[in-house]
């Protein structure tokens, strides 16, 4: 790893827009881990989906999330988290504007770089 690739700045990196009101930033990743912000615009949909080879914590930084996790729903708020092993369906709606998650998979997602 090199020095500059081992702190993130929030400040000089980039939003990637993803459409439909959801945006990415990757914070960081090894070849076993990888952490991503995603904010959603409010009633932005990360869409059920779930993984063949990523387990996933989501963590809410910010805003509020009506999570569904194997057909159980729940709303999260800050400092609330779902966790989502590989197989298992998952997703979300934001219940407010700039409702952020802090996604880590394991192993990296190949497919955000």
Do not use: C
């Amino acid at each position: 790893m090199s020095s500059s690739s081992a702190f993130f700045e929030n400040a000089a990196t980039h939003w990637t827009d993803l459409g439909d009101g959801i945006r990415r930033k990757i914070v960081g990743h090894t070849p076993e881990l990888m952490s991503v912000l995603v904010q959603f615009d409010r009633g932005a949909i990360g869409t059920p989906h779930a993984h063949d080879a990523h387990d996933q914590i989501a963590y809410v930084v910010s805003g509020a999330f009506e999570a569904e996790i194997d057909g159980v729903k729940r709303v999260l708020r800050v400092g609330d988290a779902f966790i989502a092993p590989r197989l298992t369906m998952h997703g979300v709606v934001a219940l407010e504007a700039d409702s952020t998650l802090l996604d880590q998979f394991s192993p990296r997602r190949e497919d955000y770089l």
